[in-house]
């Protein structure tokens, strides 16, 4: 079973960047397509970005577009989310998830990371 560990948040001034890494443990990881999500308190989790498995294809949140840049690195079994010009409403728990390219569903999760965006 494939683990992700989402790593790279903290807290940044609006207006600053971070950059967010999802490792898996499994090499077969390379086949997933793997989205971001995030959840602030009190509110439901929501898609933030989206790569395919070669990363041929990429999709975001509107709110996002233009900000953020998923990418990935297959080689290191990892997916990146550059974060910038961040603003306090991108201040929630950031998770990652993978599934296979035939599934409508994500099937693994990790564990996600904290961005707290100060005005």
């Known amino acids: 079973q494939v683990q992700l560990v989402a790593s790279g948040g903290g807290l940044v001034q609006a207006g600053g960047s971070l950059r967010l890494s999802c490792t898996a443990s499994e090499r077969t990881f390379r086949m997933y397509t793997v989205g971001w999500f995030r959840q602030a308190p009190g509110k439901e989790r929501e898609f933030v970005a989206q790569i395919t498995w070669d990363g041929g294809y990429t999709f975001y949140l509107d709110a996002v577009k233009g900000r953020f840049t998923i990418s990935r690195d297959n080689a290191k079994n990892t997916v990146y989310l550059q974060m910038n010009n961040l603003e306090p409403e991108d201040t929630a728990n950031y998770l990652c998830?993978?599934?296979?390219?035939?599934?409508?569903?994500?099937?693994?999760w990790g564990q996600g990371t904290q961005v707290t965006v100060s005005s």
């Open positions: 998830a993978g599934r296979l390219p035939t599934r409508s569903y994500y099937d693994y």
